[in-house]
């Protein structure tokens, strides 16, 4: 588990494409490695990863076939920036929100302009992302915890403080850059309770129906039951 605090900047040193998969190697940055062993996982960019080796300037990752195809980290190459984070442990205060490092998927950004002394960046997310995106809730952008400003079908807004903005690779984001996105947890196994007995049926996982949420009382109307 993580909190979504960037500790630290780091940057591939080198990626080794094999067939399905590929190792990177990470400066690690100011990321305080001293107390990482060999098997611990990091957050790179909001992907748990697990270090295979490790010294004192970096670490080494496997990143699998599952893991390039649903998240950006395939697009990155020697001297991209990378957001790092250590895994939660009790000694930490958790000041941002619970991520797992399990990458839901990847969104784009559409817009990225300052507001004030901050700025306020625009991602579109998956049209599957978008029923877990709420208004003031949170979300992990490429392992950055952030709050939800506003949602627009399938865009959703965010404030980007100045401190986040030198702290993480927001900085270089750009219209078209591709972010890794981490619902909120809980929106998740809400889902899945919501459906019951019925979790256990095939197609289950496709998602919560109106007739379901009728069910629990959060729709209202006597229509027919929509899928």
Request: hydrophobic share 40%; proline share 4%.
């Amino acid at each position: 588990m993580f909190t979504g605090l960037v500790q630290a900047m780091g940057e591939i040193v080198s990626i080794d494409r094999g067939k399905v998969d590929a190792r990177l190697r990470i400066a690690a940055g100011k990321l305080p490695v001293e107390g990482v062993a060999e098997g611990d996982s990091i957050c790179v960019n909001g992907a748990c990863l697990t270090a295979i080796t490790l010294d004192a300037t970096g670490f080494a990752a496997d990143v699998s076939r599952e893991t390039l195809d649903h998240t950006a980290l395939g697009d990155l190459a020697p001297g991209a920036a990378v957001n790092l984070e250590t895994s939660l442990t009790l000694q930490r205060p958790l000041g941002g929100h619970l991520v797992t490092g399990h990458v839901d998927g990847t969104g784009e950004v559409t817009a990225f302009e300052r507001e004030g002394k901050s700025w306020r960046l625009t991602v579109r997310a998956p049209d599957e992302l978008a029923r877990y995106i709420a208004r003031k809730g949170s979300i992990c952008v490429d392992g950055v915890s952030l709050t939800v400003n506003d949602v627009d079908g399938a865009f959703f807004g965010l404030n980007i403080v100045p401190h986040t903005l030198r702290e993480t690779i927001i900085g270089g984001y750009r219209p078209g850059s591709r972010v890794n996105l981490e619902v909120d947890i809980i929106a998740r196994y809400l889902e899945r309770l919501l459906l019951g007995e019925r979790a256990a049926d095939p197609g289950a996982a496709a998602g919560l129906t109106r007739s379901v949420l009728r069910e629990h009382g959060f729709v209202q109307d006597q229509g027919p039951a929509e899928t």
